[in-house]
């Protein structure tokens, strides 16, 4: 994603590049104004259906802070078929799952680790 932006900004010379002799790459002040921002949400796990958009999300570099206490009362089962869904979804983005307390899973993109202390 920044790689991205910094691409489409040097195309259109909105960052300034100067190249040493010794072969360093100078970059301006612009450079490092570019907009970074992570987004963290918080959603519910109504519904096996709802695996998708949480999917979704993950997808699109989000952090989520998922609440399961509607499910886990529901149904347990349907609740275990989400969470190993969401697990396969996370270990394929090489993300990270952890469940905090019975009523919360936390799950992040690539980018970010959960530290188990």
Do not use: H, W
């Not at 994603?1 to 301006?28: A, C, D, H, P, S």
């Not at 886990?72 to 394929?92: P, V």
């Not at 993300?95 to 993109?109: A, C, H, K, S, W």
């Amino acid at each position: 994603m920044v790689i991205g932006k910094l691409k489409k900004k040097l195309k259109k010379g909105k960052i300034e590049v100067t190249k040493n002799t010794e072969e360093f790459l100078e970059l301006g002040e612009e450079f490092f104004k570019f907009e970074k921002s992570i987004g963290v949400k918080i959603e519910n796990l109504k519904s096996y259906s709802d695996t998708e958009r949480i999917q979704q999300l993950l997808r699109e570099g989000n952090i989520i802070f998922l609440k399961i206490r509607e499910l886990r009362s529901k149904d347990i089962t349907e609740l275990k078929r989400a969470i190993q869904k969401l697990k396969r979804t996370c270990m394929a983005l090489d993300g990270d799952i952890v469940g905090v307390d019975e009523d919360y899973i936390i799950l992040t993109p690539s980018f970010a680790k959960i530290f188990r202390g």
